[in-house]
Structures are given as structure tokens and as C-alpha cells.
């Protein structure tokens, strides 16, 4: 029970930590597009 408990937070935190990295890499590409928007004026 404690080892299945353990291993569903863990997973819990995989799945938080890769949530959010792809947030973060979606906001940097955007920042960068509209970097680059503003550039190309």
C-alpha cells in the first residue's frame, strides 16, 4: 500500500514537472514570435 501511495506521488510529479516545462517552452516561443513580430516592423 505505503510503495503504491509513493509511486502515484512520484508519478503525480513527473506529470506536474512535464506539464510544466511544456508551459514554459510554449511561453518562451511565444515571447520569441512576437519578439520576432515586433523585429520585422
Request: aromatic share 12%; proline share 0%.
Amino acid at each position: 500500500m505505503r510503495i503504491a501511495r509513493k509511486y502515484r506521488a512520484v508519478k503525480f510529479e513527473f506529470l506536474q514537472e512535464a506539464l510544466y516545462s511544456s508551459l514554459a517552452n510554449h511561453t518562451l516561443w511565444v515571447i520569441a514570435r512576437s519578439n520576432g513580430c515586433l523585429l520585422s516592423r
